[in-house]
């Protein structure tokens, strides 16, 4: 079963705007959340990564907020530009199982220009 | 070399054939991955190697599939008797344990 669900499964957001995604996760074992982004035809590439003794983490445009009581992380990405226009994938590992990558299903982000 | 490197590409193969996949890990990664993405899914974690340790098989979905790591580097996974729901993306990571994962650009395997 999906271990780490996110949500939407696509959107689109006008340049300049804020791209929201949002993942849900059971496991309270995890404790490292990476986000991943992937372009077509690439393999992914970390984006920004959190661990769960913080709240937020923030690199250049890109945000992760995390909730450790709800169990649920999101990626806010700034001043959206059309370079952004990528599949971005959340996950989520822990130590105890060898930092095995649990991944969502995987957002389609579209940014116009 | 400067990253994770996988090869072929792509790969087309009539359905019943074996195929090898392979992954050349960054130089000094004790951990390699491989995972699964199909179109329009997440990735799904395959198997895990840890230096010289007993790889960890249970993604692995039926025993067709094999993986080996020779000499802690070099990385191949093969596919017996290749089904067209073998069709996928086939991905390959590397870490220093405990650490970031690099991904290779993947191997597209057709089955036709």
């Known amino acids: 079963q999906q271990q780490v669900k996110q949500s939407p499964q696509s959107l689109i957001v006008q340049k300049g705007g804020i791209s929201i995604i949002n993942c849900a996760y059971e496991n309270t074992a995890f404790d490292y959340f990476p986000w991943y982004q992937q372009f077509p035809g690439k393999g992914p590439a970390l984006l920004i990564a959190i661990r769960p003794d913080v709240s937020e983490k923030k690199e250049g445009r890109f945000t992760i907020s995390f909730n450790k009581s709800a169990k649920q992380f999101s990626l806010h990405i700034m001043d959206s530009q059309p370079g952004d226009s990528a599949t971005y994938f959340c996950?989520?590992?822990?130590?105890?199982?060898?930092?095995?990558?649990?991944f969502g299903a995987g957002t389609t982000v579209t940014v116009r220009a | 070399g400067a990253g994770v490197s996988q090869s072929p590409s792509n790969k087309v193969t009539e359905k019943g054939k074996d195929v090898e996949l392979r992954c050349d890990p960054i130089?000094?990664?004790?951990?390699l991955y491989w995972y699964r993405q199909s179109l329009g899914q997440g990735l799904e974690f395959l198997i895990y190697f840890q230096g010289n340790s007993a790889p960890d098989k249970s993604g692995l979905p039926s025993d067709r599939f094999s993986a080996e790591r020779t000499g802690g580097s070099v990385s191949t996974l093969t596919i017996q008797r290749t089904q067209q729901e073998d069709s996928a993306v086939y991905l390959c990571?590397?870490?220093?344990?405990?650490?970031?994962?690099?991904f290779g650009q993947g191997t597209r395997l057709t089955v036709v």
């Open positions: 130089s000094g990664h004790t951990a």
């Open positions: 996950a989520a590992s822990h130590r105890s199982n060898d930092y095995k990558l649990s």
């Open positions: 990571a590397s870490t220093l344990w405990g650490g970031e994962a690099f």
